[in-house]
């Protein structure tokens, strides 16, 4: 069992700036692949961004090439999510989540772990 949890939301005003962590709690989770996944009400939940199981290989959302990076330190249990120029449509709860395999994908059902979501309010 990994346990996700997600730190570093906020309110923030368009074109600022913002860097989402998300801490596991088992070391096996340095060989799986990771995402970011958000949610605003009323709307589906959106791959954001994913990472592979060694850092290798990033994959982002249309809406968030350019503007979000995602990245993790192993030794730390960590992967993080630095997004900049935020816009109000970037308004949402985000969510960390985990996959069994090193390979990223962006679909919400090949996650199997989640974290409780970190809301971040982008104001214009």
């Known amino acids: 069992q990994v346990q996700l949890v997600e730190s570093g939301g906020g309110l923030v005003q368009a074109g600022g700036s913002l860097r989402l962590s998300c801490t596991a709690s088992?070391?096996?989770?340095?060989?799986?692949?990771m995402g970011w996944f958000r949610q605003a009400p009323g709307k589906e939940r959106e791959f954001v961004a994913g990472?592979?199981?060694?850092?290798?290989?990033?994959f982002y959302g249309d809406s968030m090439k350019g503007r979000f990076t995602i990245s993790r330190d192993n030794a730390k249990n960590t992967v993080y999510l630095q997004m900049n120029s935020l816009k109000p449509e970037d308004t949402a709860t985000y969510y960390c989540?985990?996959?069994?395999?090193?390979?990223?994908?962006?679909?919400?059902?090949?996650?199997?772990?989640w974290g409780p979501g970190t809301q971040v309010t982008v104001s214009s």
């Open positions: 989540a985990a996959r069994t395999t090193i390979l990223v994908t962006t679909r919400a059902g090949g996650y199997v772990y």
């Open positions: 088992a070391r096996t989770y340095s060989t799986v692949a």
């Open positions: 990472i592979s199981g060694g850092g290798e290989s990033t």
